[in-house]
């Protein structure tokens, strides 16, 4: 009784410690959350330390989880090789555990950093794979409206701007189904901003049901940036409805500031301000404006805005007949102009003549050395000549004896793989052997037993007409099951039976023979299914015959009443798991027919097994293919 409590106690002690360490790394990603791309250094202990408890569960899907954390880590701080390394590690660690939402989100974040590099094609393979595992599942689908407003990004990246409207309204839609407020917003900003050069109105009612959207989620930052939008859109000449229209988002940008209380925003507001006044012909208070967004402009914004800056300050001048001064900021907007293009061309330059430069210089490294080189040449002949014999000789003394090794090596190799071919000319001889005699038995109790079993339930069910006996139900009752029985039989025995179906639909139906008989209940799961059903014959019929064979293994030795398939495909392998719960053994070197069977199949597949079994605690049985 006492070793019983104790038991219990270390297996709670063990549960417990578990969970424990799950919280710890959930809290811990939760402060990494908090902390990135704020407070970097803060943000890398916090996920360094959940990385940590993560290696030491050994759980995969908790190691797909910080992995994933740390490469969003790496791009935060733009080490891509580093982010691009654990984000690939996160994807191995969500195949080992069936954990798609993080084998979704890396893709997906692979994809974002294949766009920045301007890899389309890799972008879009990234995206599409990502696409692929969220469709489909509700819980993924946040994810999967993200992907697809990339891949509008990615789209509008190559000018294709009919493709990117087709996956933003894809995100839109999806987003409204699943009620996911930010998603759908992001959706109608990125039609607006597509669509605003040439569809206007269809740019404003886009930004307008963003807007609506961020004033729900209260979104202040997102509401004010679209303010500006909006006002930036209604800014036209000769339209003074629609600069009624502009006054009002200026307002209400200039409102929304206030609150935020960020300096740096007052700039987008004089800017356009300028431009409502300029369009009004009010040109003095368009100059103020103007001068009140030039005083902020070089507090971290681009050469690109004061250039445009300078351009409608030029204007307003001109308009306001102060031609001096339009001539002035006209000259400030040609000497930026020209300087940006002088930059980009005198980099180009630089580099062109930063390795003429250093060519010339070996080149002229080169001459020296080749000139000191004759010299010691000239002085040295004779002693270089005997060198020179010497290394001839040790060079075809060390030819011979590398041809002889490498003769030998290859006659070697050529042993081993005449051993194997035979070794497996054997194996396929026997396969071939045995799925004849199954194909044999299969047809005789099919053709036999079950031809003969037929005619005796009809001659029953002829004398029970006369008779209609009901104990005479009962033996042709027995008699229908026992020949349904040998015709299920039959056809797990018969590989044309195996050649008439996918391995999917096989696997279930022997699942559904082992439950309907009461012997087993068998956990299916397979991923992907439709990759899983174009496997070659070789590679099904040997996968179907091997786990039929550690069924018959765990009904006949584990006295499990429950067992567990999982196939899996990745890139390059697959991946079989066969699980029970029944009393394991101990000697793993034991080995009857059926594991030799096993074994042969695999060696056959160029596979390798790995059983891994605690007396009284189950065995799981691990088969890996190479595929591709």
Do not use: W
Not at 350 to 369: A, G, S
Not at 587 to 605: A, F, H, P, V, Y
């Amino acid at each position: 009784m006492n070793k019983k409590i104790i038991i219990y106690f270390f297996l709670f002690s063990l549960t417990s410690f578990s969970q424990d360490r799950k919280e710890k790394i959930e809290h811990l990603i939760e402060q990494f959350n908090r902390t990135v791309g704020i407070q970097n250094d803060s943000a890398y202990y916090y996920i360094t330390k959940a990385y940590a408890f993560g290696q030491k569960s050994a759980n995969d899907s908790l190691i797909a989880s910080t992995t994933y954390k740390l490469g969003h880590y790496y791009f935060t701080v733009h080490q891509e090789a580093n982010a691009i390394r654990f984000l690939n590690l996160s994807i191995k660690h969500s195949l080992k555990s069936s954990y798609f939402e993080y084998h979704c989100k890396s893709n997906n974040y692979l994809g974002i950093i294949a766009s920045q590099n301007g890899d389309f094609n890799k972008a879009l393979s990234f995206y599409l794979k990502a696409l692929k595992i969220s469709e489909n599942q509700n819980s993924l689908s946040q994810i999967h409206c993200a992907i697809l407003n990339n891949l509008g990004n990615l789209y509008i990246q190559q000018k294709d701007t009919i493709k990117a409207i087709n996956y933003y309204k894809k995100n839109i839609g999806l987003s409204k189904h699943h009620s996911l407020q930010n998603e759908l917003m992001n959706g109608y900003i990125s039609l607006a901003i597509v669509e605003s050069s040439r569809n206007k109105p269809f740019s404003i009612e886009n930004y307008k049901k963003a807007l609506d959207i961020s004033k729900k989620t209260n979104d202040l930052v997102t509401q004010f940036t679209l303010h500006i939008n909006l006002s930036d859109l209604y800014l036209g000449p000769d339209k003074p409805e629609e600069l009624k229209q502009c006054f009002y988002h200026l307002t209400e940008a200039q409102k929304l500031q206030k609150i935020i209380n960020d300096s740096s925003l007052l700039f987008y507001i004089y800017f356009n301000l300028g431009g409502y006044h300029f369009n009004n012909k009010n040109f003095e208070e368009a100059i103020k404006n103007y001068n009140k967004a030039l005083q902020l402009v070089d507090k971290g914004y681009g050469a690109e805005q004061k250039m445009n800056l300078y351009k409608s300050i030029s204007k307003a001048y001109f308009k306001f007949k102060n031609f001096e001064k339009a001539y002035i900021y006209k000259e400030l907007h040609q000497k930026l102009s020209d300087s940006l293009f002088t930059i980009e061309k005198n980099k180009t330059f630089n580099e062109i003549q930063t390795k003429f430069d250093v060519d010339k210089k070996n080149l002229k490294i080169t001459v020296l050395q080749k000139e000191k080189a004759i010299e010691v040449e000239k002085s040295k002949n004779k002693f270089k000549i005997m060198i020179l014999l010497v290394i001839v000789l040790i060079t075809i003394i060390y030819l011979l004896y590398h041809k002889n090794k490498t003769q030998k090596i290859l006659q070697e190799k050529e042993r081993q793989k005449l051993q194997q071919e035979k070794e497996i000319k054997r194996i396929l001889g026997q396969l071939e052997g045995e799925e004849k005699e199954r194909n044999r038995i299969a047809k005789e109790i099919h053709d036999g037993l079950g031809g003969k079993l037929a005619s005796i339930k009809m001659e029953l069910n002829l004398i029970n007409k006369q008779l209609s006996n009901s104990k005479l139900n009962l033996i042709i009752e027995t008699v229908t099951e026992t020949f349904s029985e040998l015709r299920a039989i039959s056809h797990n025995l018969s590989s044309h039976h195996i050649a008439n179906h996918t391995l999917v639909e096989l696997l279930y139906n022997i699942r559904n023979e082992y439950q309907n008989n009461s012997i087993l209940d068998i956990e299916v799961a397979i991923y992907p299914e439709e990759l899983v059903n174009t496997f070659p014959f070789i590679i099904k019929n040997n996968l179907y015959r091997i786990i039929q064979e550690l069924l018959n293994n765990i009904v006949k030795h584990s006295g499990s009443k429950e067992a567990t398939i999982n196939l899996t495909v990745s890139d390059e392998e697959i991946i079989l798991l066969v699980e029970d719960y029944g009393i394991g053994f101990e000697n793993q070197k034991t080995q009857g027919i059926g594991l030799q069977n096993i074994n042969e199949r695999i060696s056959l597949l160029n596979g390798t097994i790995n059983i891994d079994t605690v007396l009284r605690r189950g065995t799981t049985i691990s088969v890996f293919i190479p595929y591709k």
